[in-house]
Structures are given as structure tokens and as C-alpha cells.
């Protein structure tokens, strides 16, 4: 039986008193895809939060097997440090090896990058350098908010293999873009079908 990453059930969530969407369900298994659309605000990056377990959920249940990784237009890396740096504190703090570095340095075609500082990169250099995290991470789940931001098309394309060579060992990838990324076979979660109606957007879960 395949692997199943991540389930989630039944799930509502709130922003402040106001219901965004209710009954959202769905699972990942080893080597599956899945594309969550929905309008600007509709609480695509709030679902993907509450995957990762960062946003607590106003109903439902999430279950998770393995390590997961996330990014979204935060890269998360120190702005101070160089780029090598900044990626070995993440391999250290998920348990990796700081050899995995320069090899994801080189997967995303920034290995010339490592030693300069994060904050003289360019839009488009932190986002790959971003996405290195999700290598030295060695996570199996990846959840991905609008991840080709900042990308060029040459890095589109690096982004869409990287998703490709990650499902094809073994993982799994939720993410949420407004691009048009080629995720092959990919299962879509339209967030509109779960919206509240009427007077149920100010009601309970």
C-alpha cells in the first residue's frame, strides 16, 4: 500500500469573526500532487499554514506522516548570513547534514551564490535559494504557497522538475499558484466549493 503522507478532514477556518471556508477535506500519498485554487483571499496560504500545523484550524482534524517543508514569500533566511550559512542553520535545525547543502545549492543552479550574504540577492535568487531549503530539508511533504514567485521562466521550469524528481522518489506536493505550473496528474482543491453563503459566513464551523 502506498504511503499516505498527510490527511486532513472536515476542516473550517476563521479570520477573525468572519468563516473563509468549512468542510475541506482531502490526503497525499508518496508520489501524489495537489493543486489548492481559489480567489485572491479566499485562504489558500491559511490552509497551507494550517498543514504545517502554524495556523490553528477553526474545525477538523490533520494528520501527518513525516517530515514536512514549507515556503512561501517569507524564505525564511537569515539576511545577514551568506547563503551557505543560512542554509546549514536549516539543515541543522531538521537534523540533516550540512553536506546536503552545496548539492542543493547545485540543484537549483545558485552553487556560485554560498558564500554571498541573503540580503544582496536578487528577487529571484532568494526564491531559488528558498527552495534549496526545501532540499536540505529532506522532508517528504512539501507544501509550496505560490512558489514560482519571483521565478523567471528558466526557473519555472528548474521549479517544475525539482516537483517532478521530489514526487518520482518518493514525495508528496501541495501547493497553491496562480501560475501556471506543470504538475502532471496533480488532484485540485477549489477552495470557492467550500465557502459559506449568506448569513453562514458569520456563523460557527
Do not use: Y
Request: aromatic share 4%.
Amino acid at each position: 500500500m502506498t504511503r499516505e503522507l498527510i490527511r486532513f478532514d472536515a476542516l473550517a477556518c476563521r479570520r477573525s469573526t468572519r468563516l473563509l471556508w468549512r468542510g475541506v477535506g482531502g490526503q497525499l500519498a508518496a508520489g501524489e500532487a495537489l493543486h489548492v485554487t481559489g480567489a485572491n483571499g479566499i485562504g489558500k496560504s491559511s490552509l497551507i499554514r494550517i498543514l504545517a500545523d502554524l495556523l490553528p484550524a477553526a474545525h477538523g482534524t490533520v494528520r501527518r506522516d513525516g517530515r514536512i517543508a514549507m515556503i512561501d514569500e517569507a524564505h525564511a533566511l537569515d539576511r545577514d548570513m551568506t547563503v551557505g550559512h543560512a542554509l546549514a542553520f536549516w539543515a541543522k535545525v531538521d537534523g540533516m547534514g550540512r553536506d546536503k547543502v552545496a548539492g542543493a545549492l547545485a540543484s537549483l543552479h545558485i552553487g556560485h551564490l554560498a558564500d554571498v550574504p541573503v540580503r544582496f540577492l536578487s528577487t529571484g535568487q532568494r526564491k531559488r535559494a528558498g527552495l534549496a531549503r526545501l532540499l536540505v530539508s529532506s522532508a517528504s511533504l512539501w507544501l509550496l504557497d505560490e512558489p514560482g514567485n519571483g521565478l523567471d521562466r528558466d526557473g519555472l521550469a528548474l521549479l517544475e522538475q525539482l516537483m517532478a524528481n521530489h514526487r518520482a522518489s518518493g514525495g508528496a506536493v501541495l501547493l497553491a499558484s496562480h501560475l501556471p505550473l506543470a504538475v502532471d496528474g496533480a488532484k485540485t482543491l477549489d477552495l470557492s466549493a467550500h465557502q459559506p453563503v449568506g448569513e453562514d459566513i458569520w456563523g460557527p464551523a
